[in-house]
Structures are given as C-alpha cells and as structure tokens.
C-alpha cells in the first residue's frame, strides 16, 4: 500500500500570502495518477488538480501543482477568502488508491 | 447533469450489515469505474473499495477486506455496497464517487453528497 503523508497538517496564513502545500509518497507514484482536491466545511471534496499539474476546469490560475517520484507540491499564490479549506491528496497508481491525511489551510 | 445519491445509511448496531445504494444519472454509467469513499466524523478522507465498469476489476481497502461487498447494476445505473460485521470504526459518512480515466489520467470527479453510517449500539 501507498502511504502519502501530508505536510503541515495545519498552515496558518493570511489572504494574499502563498501557501504550500506538500504530499510525499512512500514509493514512486506515477504524475498522471497524482490528484489534489479541496474539502470546504459541510462539502463534499471537489477536484482541484490532476495529473499532478493540470488544473481542473473552473480552477483558477493561483493554484499550480508540481512534483514527480514520491514527492509533490501544491501551490495557491496568493490567498483568497475562500481558499481557506482542507486540501487531499490521492494516488492512483495502485489500489488501494490511498488519500494522505490532510492539510487544513486556516485564516491567520 | 451528473448526480450521484447516496441512500442506505443509518444506525446499526456491531456485527450487524446494511446495504449502501448509489442512484447515478446525467451520464453513461458503465462507460465509468465507481468507488466509495468515507469520512469519519472529523478525520480525513478514507478510499473504501472501488468497481471497474464491468465489475471485472474490484478492489478493497484492508480495512474492509472480507467484510465488505461492492457491486454495480448498470441496468439500474446504481451502485452498491453491501457492509457486513460493522464495527465502531466504520462509523462514517460514505461517499459515492466517478472515477473518470482519459488518456494517462484517472480522478474522482464527482461525488455524492454522502450517506451518514452510525455504527453503536
């Protein structure tokens, strides 16, 4: 099984800062099976990023994704009000299909 | 419009079973693998099991293996998860998800709004 840990597990910034975010496997997970989503309070997760760097439709330019191997990054550039949310990352590249834990991005 | 709901949830005591449903519509349901997804109250996210779209590739997390059952019925555009001996611990909202594969990609990129499983006695 895939092991992906998230880092931090809390980040406390303010609007207009950049955040982040970082997902590290416990062996190599291919970049096209590498998604990020984002889980706001009361919601079901959405799509934000997949195949480590594609930006979901609808998804604006201030988040960006990078990383190959067993080490990957999210990235918000400038933080918006509504950013603030938690963030999951999963793999795809072998069942099980395994999510890390979390980083929750909160209001400074 | 893709819609995934959930329905089956509820409060069941250990060692007992329930059976999740899955109601999709607003697109072709066995052009799609379909997973299961849960949260516990206040935790992350955990992948449960997941179907290929002919039910001739299914998989489990550990956690579940041997006791839970997952299953689709494309005639019915629905999927299924059949829960046995629950414990304390699948105690969980369950999340019906579309596994949408293109090229070299795979994601979820839909989800249910959740069905609450409460497992106490």
């Known amino acids: 099984e895939i092991v992906l840990t998230q880092s931090p597990g809390t980040l406390s910034l303010s609007p207009g800062e950049r955040a982040t975010l970082s997902c590290r496997a416990s062996?190599?997970?291919?970049?096209?099976?590498l998604v990020w989503y984002q889980q706001k309070p009361g919601q079901a997760p959405g799509l934000l990023i997949y195949g480590a760097s594609t930006r979901a439709t609808g998804i604006p330019d201030r988040f960006s994704g990078s990383g190959s191997g067993t080490d990957f990054t999210l990235t918000i550039s400038r933080l918006e009000p509504e950013d603030f949310a938690v963030y999951y990352c999963q793999q795809y590249t072998s069942s099980p299909y395994t999510f890390g834990q979390g980083t929750k991005l909160e209001i400074k | 419009e893709v819609q995934l709901v959930e329905s089956g949830g509820g409060l069941v005591q250990p060692g007992r079973s329930l059976r999740l449903s899955c109601a999709a519509s607003?697109?072709?349901?066995?052009?799609?693998?379909m997973h299961w997804v849960r949260q516990a109250p206040g935790k992350g996210l955990e992948w449960v099991s997941g179907?290929?779209?002919?039910?001739?590739?299914?998989g489990y997390a550990d956690s579940v293996k041997g006791r839970f059952t997952i299953s689709r019925d494309n005639a019915k555009n629905s999927l299924y998860l059949q829960m046995n001996s629950l414990r304390a611990e699948d105690t969980a909202l369950y999340y019906c998800?579309?596994?949408?594969?293109?090229?070299?990609?795979?994601?979820?990129?839909?989800w249910g709004q959740g069905t609450l499983v409460t497992v106490s006695s």
């Open positions: 607003g697109f072709t349901f066995d052009d799609y693998a």
């Open positions: 179907i290929s779209w002919n039910s001739g590739s299914i």
């Open positions: 998800v579309r596994r949408y594969c293109s090229g070299d990609n795979c994601y979820s990129d839909y």
């Open positions: 062996q190599s997970v291919s970049s096209s099976y």
